[in-house]
Nanobody, 124 residues
């Protein structure tokens, strides 16, 4: 069974940078595409970023494009989300998710495995 463990969340001032990590275990990491999602208070879960299983193809939500960068290290079985220029609107619980697929989709119910989430809170 796949396990995903997020880390790196915290309380940040607007404009700051933060890097989230997602550690993957249980199956062959490089057979899985990985996505980051978030859920803000009172809002639906939304796609943030995704990366293909080889790491060559990434996709982003429009609200984070140019500020966030997703990457993966297949030797360390870890996916990262580098977040720059944080704003209050980025406050949410961030989840990583994995799907046994070449490409990361934007649809949350196409993912097979989920982490427990890490809280990111941005204050101005």
């Amino acid at each position: 069974q796949v396990q995903l463990v997020e880390s790196g969340g915290g309380l940040m001032q607007a404009g700051a940078s933060l890097r989230l990590s997602c550690a993957f275990s249980g199956r062959t990491f490089d057979k899985h595409a990985v996505g980051w999602f978030r859920r803000a208070p009172g809002k639906e879960r939304e796609f943030v970023a995704g990366i293909s299983r080889g790491g060559s193809v990434t996709r982003y939500a429009g609200s984070v494009k140019g500020r966030f960068t997703i990457s993966r290290d297949n030797d360390k079985n870890t996916v990262y989300l580098e977040m720059n220029g944080l704003s209050y609107e980025d406050t949410a619980v961030y989840y990583c998710a994995a799907q046994e697929s070449p490409w990361a989709t934007r649809v949350y119910d196409e993912y097979d495995f989920w982490g427990q989430g890490t809280q990111v809170t941005v204050f101005s």
